[in-house]
């Protein structure tokens, strides 16, 4: 069964922090993304990688960036987070351009 | 520029009443569309890949069809628990592993 898996369910930060999203996905696909799911905006591609040490900014790149050292993991980092970055992040992978396989998410807020 | 447009934006039914999703797209060369279920404060569940006009699929209650234009999600004889937010994306030929995705129709079936 696929699966992809987010560090954390829930997470709580203070503006200002930096702040680590990690996620891992047991199916070797060489295609992994961010994006934030807002309500009434939809989902917002943030970064997508294409190989280990390969990445693309996608819509909404600023304030964010991202880090892919191995195949499986794909991290996003917040530099100095913002109350505008509280949100809902999604990760997901794919093969090739098929579907994506979603993890379960992580509700971010930023105080 | 690759566009989905998903309609209508939400959608109250009774319990048994049949009716359908529509996903309106322009793409340049389609290399499939896709559907996913996304139930409150969790991630898609991929649900169905259609890769060409006259193609469909099905699961459970469920029937994903495809024109050069749109796909239907028809969802016959609904429960409750089939209440979730429906998503459609759509991967081009051209190269691009970013799907569009639309903005989703919200279903509430009511017992």
């Known amino acids: 069964d696929v699966k992809v898996t987010q560090s954390s369910r829930y997470l709580v930060k203070r503006t200002g922090e930096k702040v680590f999203l990690e996620c891992v996905q047991d199916m070797d696909h060489e295609n992994m993304f961010w994006y934030r799911q807002d309500p009434g905006l939809g989902l917002r591609l943030i970064y997508f990688?294409?190989?280990?040490?390969?990445?693309e900014k996608g819509d909404i790149p600023e304030g964010y960036s991202v880090s892919r050292e191995k195949k499986e993991r794909f991290s996003l980092i917040l530099e100095s987070a913002s109350t505008n970055q509280t949100s809902m992040y999604l990760c997901?992978?794919?093969?090739?351009?098929?579907?994506?396989?979603f993890g379960p998410g992580t509700r971010l807020t930023v105080l | 520029e690759d566009q989905v447009t998903q309609s209508p934006e939400a959608l109250r039914l009774q319990e048994g009443e049949s009716s359908s999703l529509n996903c309106s797209y322009t793409v340049s060369g389609l290399r499939g569309l896709f559907w996913y279920r996304q139930d409150p404060g969790k991630g898609p569940e991929f649900l169905f890949t259609?890769?060409?006009a006259g193609e469909e699929k099905e699961k459970e209650r469920l029937k994903a069809t495809l024109t050069k234009k749109e796909s239907f999600l028809h969802i016959t004889a609904p429960k409750p628990e089939d209440s979730a937010t429906y998503l459609c994306a759509v991967s081009a030929s051209g190269g691009s592993y970013i799907p569009t995705f639309g903005r989703g129709t919200s279903l509430i079936v009511h017992p």
């Open positions: 259609l890769y060409s």
């Open positions: 997901a992978s794919s093969f090739s351009n098929n579907e994506q396989f």
């Open positions: 990688s294409y190989d280990v040490k390969m990445k």
